[in-house]
T-cell receptor, first 112, second 116 residues
Framework: QQPVQSPQAVILREGEDAVINCSSS?????VHWYRQKHGEAPVFLMI?????EQKGHDKISASFNEKKQQSSLYLTASQLSYSGTYFC?????????????FGTGTQLKVEL | NAGVTQTPKFRVLKTGQSMTLLCAQDMNHEYMYWYRQDPGMGLRLIHYSVGEGTTAKGEVPDGYNVSRLKKQNFLLGLESAAPSQTSVYFCASRTGTGYSGANVLTFGAGSRLTVL
């Protein structure tokens, strides 16, 4: 089952903040975040392992709540370059190897 | 150049025809994945492989078959194409699992398939 992302879409003015949420019904091994520009392949942002850690990358950070199987991506002081579709990927352990499943995506548009 | 290469980039098929998408990586990655991307559906996992000679089903495996005879190649086959398989297909690979930069997924550029 795909993880559930919210919101589906968001429009920001440059400099505003946004939060994208991701939740799963499965016990997660890790959570991945990727960003995709139109017509391109997804590009890696960050990985979080269970343990409730929080990671940061420039003005983009993320958290992972292992108990709730939820992750959030925080974009602060948004820039035009942040526009794109954001995907969370949830990794679960299976007998056949780790399965990495992505959500339906959140379309983010940053305007002047 | 190191990375993930998908062939072909574009293909138009008629209903009932068969074809194979090739994914090749030169990074010695163990894990390889095939996803399909459709508007509003995000990236859906078709099949994946955790090493040479192994394959496993993802979320939407029906109508597709895969093979991983060589570590560097992961083939996705459509035996009898249907219009519902019109999509953009992405292949991705990574070294393994766990918490390190080596576990980042590297994606191919995508293959756009249209089934008439």
């Amino acid at each position: 089952q795909q993880p559930v992302q919210s919101p589906q879409a968001v429009i920001l003015r440059e400099g505003e903040d946004a939060v994208i949420n991701c939740s799963s019904s499965k016990a997660l091994y890790s959570v991945h975040w990727y960003r995709q520009k139109h017509g391109e392949a997804p590009v890696f942002l960050m990985i979080l392992l269970k343990g409730g850690e929080q990671k940061g990358h420039d003005k983009i950070s993320a958290s992972f709540n292992e108990k709730k199987q939820q992750s959030s991506l925080y974009l602060t002081a948004s820039q035009l370059s942040y526009s794109g579709t954001y995907f969370c990927g949830t990794e679960i352990l299976t007998g056949g190897g780790n399965k990495l499943t992505f959500g339906t995506g959140t379309q983010l548009k940053v305007e002047l | 150049n190191a990375g993930v290469t998908q062939t072909p980039k574009f293909r138009v098929l008629k209903t009932g025809q068969s074809m194979t998408l090739l994914c090749a990586q030169d990074m010695n990655h163990e894990y390889m994945y095939w996803y399909r991307q459709d508007p509003g559906m995000g990236l859906r996992l078709i099949h994946y492989s955790v090493g040479e000679g192994t394959t496993a089903k993802g979320e939407v495996p029906d109508g597709y078959n895969v093979s991983r005879l060589k570590k560097q190649n992961f083939l996705l086959g459509l035996e009898s194409a249907a219009p519902s398989q019109t999509s953009v297909y992405f292949c991705a690979s990574r070294t393994g699992t766990g918490y390190s930069g080596a576990n980042v997924l590297t994606f191919g550029a995508g293959s756009r398939l249209t089934v008439l």
